[in-house]
């Protein structure tokens, strides 16, 4: 099986900057995509970023120019550089991959746990 390790969320002031990071581990035979949903409270879940296996990457609209997404050399670690933090950034961060378990098998989705990001002051 496939397990994505979320870790970095935490309590940050207004104006701050926090690296989120998603650790893919388990039976990988291939990443087509990593990406960074956030749910806030009474919301639905929305996609933040996203980064493929070629490097093409998508910045959704309300974090443009404060937050990137980058990944390690080997493909199964991606980052969420978050900076310019607005208390409407608070949410529980999902990392989602679109992962091949095998050369028989179909992709398909993976989700994390979740890590909590507060930016308050």
């Known amino acids: 099986q496939v397990q994505l390790v979320e870790s970095g969320g935490g309590l940050v002031q207004p104006g701050g900057s926090l690296r989120l990071s998603c650790a893919a581990s388990?039976?990988?035979?291939?990443?087509?995509?990593m990406r960074w949903y956030r749910q806030a409270p009474g919301k639905q879940r929305d996609l933040v970023a996203a980064i493929t296996s070629g490097g093409s990457k998508n910045i959704a609209d309300s974090v443009k120019g404060r937050f990137t997404i980058s990944r390690d050399n080997a493909g199964n670690t991606v980052y969420l550089q978050m900076n310019s933090l607005k208390t409407e950034d608070t949410a529980i961060y999902y990392c989602n991959g679109v992962i091949r378990t095998s050369g028989l098998t179909a992709a398909r989705e993976y989700w994390g746990q979740g890590t909590q990001v507060t930016v308050s002051s």
């Open positions: 388990g039976r990988i035979f291939s990443i087509y995509a």
